[in-house]
């Protein structure tokens, strides 16, 4: 089981990042799908996450209204559309699957990625 993060690179403030996931090795149908971050000297911090079969979506406080999740079932890709950003939002991004949507939010899921990295120029 493999969860390939990209997109990540340098942007100014303000400006827009739009992360992708490419899940394979089984069928993550059934699974919910989010993203976390850790900035450096940090914990890892809960993003987002979207339900099984993609339709509701959660955010932390701190990306709701500029963040949004999405996912490709049919690809088994998920995507993280990071608009306004902020230099706040350096970080190295990661994403997650896990069939209970709750393990991704406390950051327990059954699969993480390896990380695209994210740097925010002010």
């Known amino acids: 089981v493999q969860l390939q993060a990209s997109g990540g690179g340098l942007v100014q403030a303000g400006g827009s990042l739009r992360l992708s996931c490419a899940a394979s090795?089984?069928?993550?149908?059934?699974?919910?799908m989010g993203w976390s971050r850790q900035a450096p000297g940090k914990e890892r911090e809960f993003v987002a996450v979207?339900?099984?079969?993609?339709?509701?979506?959660y955010y932390a406080d701190s990306v709701k209204g500029r963040f949004t999740i999405s996912r490709d079932i049919s690809k088994n890709m998920v995507y993280l559309q990071m608009d306004s950003l902020k230099p706040e939002d350096t970080a190295v991004y990661y994403c997650?699957?896990?069939?209970?949507?709750?393990?991704?939010?406390?950051?327990?899921?059954?699969?993480w990625g390896q990380g695209t990295e994210v740097t925010v120029s002010s």
């Open positions: 997650a699957a896990d069939q209970v949507l709750h393990k991704i939010v406390v950051m327990t899921p059954e699969f």
């Open positions: 090795g089984r069928d993550f149908t059934n699974s919910a």
């Open positions: 979207i339900k099984r079969r993609g339709g509701s979506e």
